[in-house]
């Protein structure tokens, strides 16, 4: 996976292989049907060692019926 839009995700396992998928999780809230989770996300910078991600710059949309009020956010990692 490298920088860039991944559109029409949808929840993590629940769409085609060829589709990108995404699950946000907070304690134990989450999306309550996986199969109806939508989204995007965009990755503006990545770095990978080995099989550890060391430095990440996403952010991300995830709606739980496709539609309405949705979770927005970023996340930045710098592992040094």
Same mark, same amino acid.
């Given at each position: 996976?490298?920088?860039? +839009?991944? =559109? *029409? +995700? ?16 907070? *304690?134990?809230? =989450? #999306? ?14 990545? +770095? ?12 991300? =949309?995830?709606? #739980? ?8 956010? =970023?996340?930045?990692? *710098?592992?040094?």
């Amino acid at each position: 996976i490298g920088p860039g +839009a991944f =559109e *029409n +995700a949808r929840g993590f396992l629940s769409g085609p292989p060829t589709l990108p998928s995404l699950r946000l999780r907070f *304690n134990t809230l =989450e #999306c309550p049907d996986l199969s109806r989770t939508t989204g995007r996300f965009v990755i503006r910078d990545i +770095a990978v060692s080995g099989t550890t991600v060391t430095r990440l710059n996403a952010s991300f =949309e995830q709606y #739980c019926f496709g539609s309405g009020p949705g979770s927005r956010g =970023e996340l930045a990692i *710098n592992r040094q």
